[in-house]
């Protein structure tokens, strides 16, 4: 078993800054691939951003790409993602999630967080 909390959320202005963190507890969090994902209201959880084992980068969701950069460090048991540049459509609930494996697909996800709320205001 893993568990994940989230933390980092909060209100912010268009064009601010952010950073999310994902503390795992329990089995290893450098086992699993790690995935931010976000879920805005009436529509469907969205793949951010995934992160491997070992710290390897995987593609981020066009959306956010070369405004979000993921990373990990395996020593404190923590992923993080910086978001910059956010936007009022990057407000949503934020989940991180493990998996022994990449996917980009939120229900093979093993693991969930409870999430933490971003808020963007224009």
């Known amino acids: 078993q893993v568990q994940l909390v989230e933390s980092g959320g909060g209100l912010v202005q268009a064009g601010g800054s952010l950073r999310l963190s994902c503390t795992a507890s329990?089995?290893?969090?450098?086992?699993?691939?790690m995935g931010w994902f976000r879920q805005a209201p009436g529509k469907e959880r969205e793949f951010v951003a995934g992160i491997g084992r070992d710290g390897g980068s995987i593609p981020v969701a066009d959306s956010v790409k070369g405004r979000f950069t993921i990373s990990r460090d395996n020593a404190k048991n923590t992923v993080y993602l910086q978001m910059n540049s956010l936007k009022p459509e990057d407000t949503a609930v934020y989940s991180c999630?493990?998996?022994?494996?990449?996917?980009?697909?939120?229900?093979?996800?093993?693991?969930w967080g409870q999430g933490t709320q971003v808020t963007v205001s224009s």
């Open positions: 329990g089995r290893t969090s450098s086992n699993y691939v």
């Open positions: 999630a493990a998996n022994p494996t990449f996917t980009m697909v939120a229900f093979e996800y093993d693991y």
